[in-house]
């Protein structure tokens, strides 16, 4: 078996953010599509894990324990465990996929420290804001931190206002253009 020579590559890095139902996975996958090497990170994917384990949560979308994800990532991970225990997640899966990908998407961030210590452990990190119609969610979950985190942040490189009657494609497009 001939062993395997691992190069370090200087990846771009995409971090999507807005509220939930936005459109954030849905531009994560069409800019991955545009690449022939990418892949999609999430915070959320640990905790849709957890919730797989914990309360038996078959993944799907439509039955998604909203209520559960919101506290177990802030009240119990954030709060009683480690403020950035999934950000030191993520960070640790770029590392490693920054030796396979030239594209590392991250699709959900909630929170000012999700984006600020990704811009600061990695280069050529660039933020978009995604901005959606109204979602489906009660308003507890609504006014949930994890919905409010990132109201008044004015960090983003880019901001895409997906009102569902813009083409997507275009503004993606016009995004990685600049970005490549």
């Not at 880019?158 to 490549?180: K, Q």
Request: charged content about 30%; proline content about 1%; hydrophobic content about 40%.
């Amino acid at each position: 078996m001939s062993r395997l020579e691992f190069v370090k590559r200087n990846p771009r890095i995409f971090v999507l953010c807005g509220k939930a139902q936005s459109g954030k996975s849905y531009i994560a996958c069409a800019m991955k599509e545009r690449f022939t090497s990418a892949i999609v990170l999430a915070y959320a994917s640990y905790l849709k894990e957890y919730a797989r384990n914990i309360i038996g949560w078959n993944g799907d979308e439509e039955s998604k324990p909203r209520d559960f994800l919101q506290q177990l990532g802030v009240e119990l991970i954030k709060e009683k465990i480690d403020d950035c225990f999934l950000i030191n997640r993520i960070i640790e899966d770029v590392k490693v996929y920054s030796y396979f990908f030239d594209v590392i998407i991250i699709s959900d961030a909630r929170f000012v420290e999700e984006i600020d210590c990704i811009r600061n452990n990695f280069d050529n990190v660039y933020v978009i804001g995604v901005c959606g119609t109204d979602n489906f969610l009660t308003d507890s979950q609504r006014s949930h931190v994890t919905e409010t985190a990132l109201s008044g942040y004015d960090g983003y490189d880019y901001i895409i206002d997906n009102d569902r009657n813009v083409d997507l494609g275009v503004i993606i497009d016009e995004i990685l253009e600049e970005c490549l």
